[in-house]
């Protein structure tokens, strides 16, 4: 429970003194300090939009979970473009296939300080966990993450569609074989298999398909789903943004986590909760338990 330390704790005049959003009350917005995110949303509508999403988690019969950038924030994880972004500094072709390709050592320089610096010690946040949690308590099918960061897997997540790969395996480039991206095999210049290979990180590179068992996975779900969370993505990167798209085509519902409107909001989101996604996602799961205790 994150509380913003202004506004003294008081009962709800809607759900009473366990309420969980009383303690955010401040006039007509609400501020979490946590994570930065202020909402223009009135606390009402906050507790209007949580209580939707629960009775959609819950009443639903297929739930998938759509996950980004946004989603690993709470995790510390630096974001890729945009204002301080990683990109800024470093230059995009050392993550095209051909460039990795010819100067294996050059491209790993610049692999190993934009992803693997920071995705080594990442740890799950809540957000994280309570997928992992409802996945265990058979709410939740499968998560399609655009997220390469492993972070669902260390949460405890099984089903898992890594649209994007993953940092965690590295991939022979000459053999095909899979091993875990150890921090000592990391620290190669650059890694290789005991066949001789350059092993290449287990994410997509620019240009390269979608992993195909992650893309035949996402979509049989998608078009299985009667219900879809999307959790800190904007919805502009494709073919991954048509998941949530193609459960709302086939009359599903969808909530959207994001501190900001997206290309999703007014489109196709039957809720939208303007809060961080450990944050929301806490109250979500909080409005969950209420309802099995009642
Ligand atoms: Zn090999």
């Known amino acids: 429970m994150t509380n913003n330390g202004t506004a003294a704790p008081s009962a709800c005049a809607r759900y009473g003194k366990g309420c969980i959003l009383a303690l955010l009350k401040r006039d007509q917005g609400a501020t979490v300090k946590g994570n930065e995110v202020a909402t223009t949303m009135s606390i009402d509508a906050l507790h209007d939009a949580v209580r939707k999403a629960a009775d959609i988690v819950s009443g639903s019969r297929y739930l998938i979970a759509f996950t980004g950038a946004g989603i690993s924030a709470d995790s510390g994880m630096p974001t890729f473009r945009g204002e301080g972004g990683l990109w800024g500094s470093y230059d995009e072709r050392h993550l095209e296939l051909g460039f990795f390709t010819r100067e294996p050592a ?14 080594m010690d990442a740890k799950p946040n809540d957000a994280h966990l309570c997928l992992a949690r409802w996945e265990r308590d058979g709410l939740l099918r499968l998560i399609v993450t655009q997220n390469i960061d492993g972070l669902h897997g ?28 150890t921090p000592e095999l990391v620290a190669l210049r650059p890694p290789r298999c005991a066949c001789g290979g350059v092993y290449k990180p287990g994410f997509t590179f620019f240009g390269e398909g979608i992993p195909p068992v992650a893309y035949a996975t996402s979509f049989e779900a998608a078009r299985e789903a009667d219900a879809c969370v999307v959790i800190g993505s904007t919805g502009s990167v494709y073919p991954a943004a048509s998941i949530p798209r193609l459960v709302k085509s086939r009359g599903g519902l969808v909530v959207e986590i994001n501190p900001e409107p997206s290309e999703f909001t007014d489109t196709i989101s039957d809720v939208f909760i303007p809060l961080g996604a450990a944050d929301a996602m806490r109250r979500i799961d909080a409005a969950l338990a209420v309802r099995r205790r009642a």
């Open 106 to 119: 050059t491209a790993w320089e610049t692999i190993r300080r934009i992803f693997y610096a920071f995705t």
């Open 154 to 181: 260390r949460a405890g997540s099984k089903a898992v569609a890594e649209f994007h790969g993953s940092c965690d395996d590295l991939v022979c480039t000459r053999c095909g074989g899979r091993t875990p991206a």
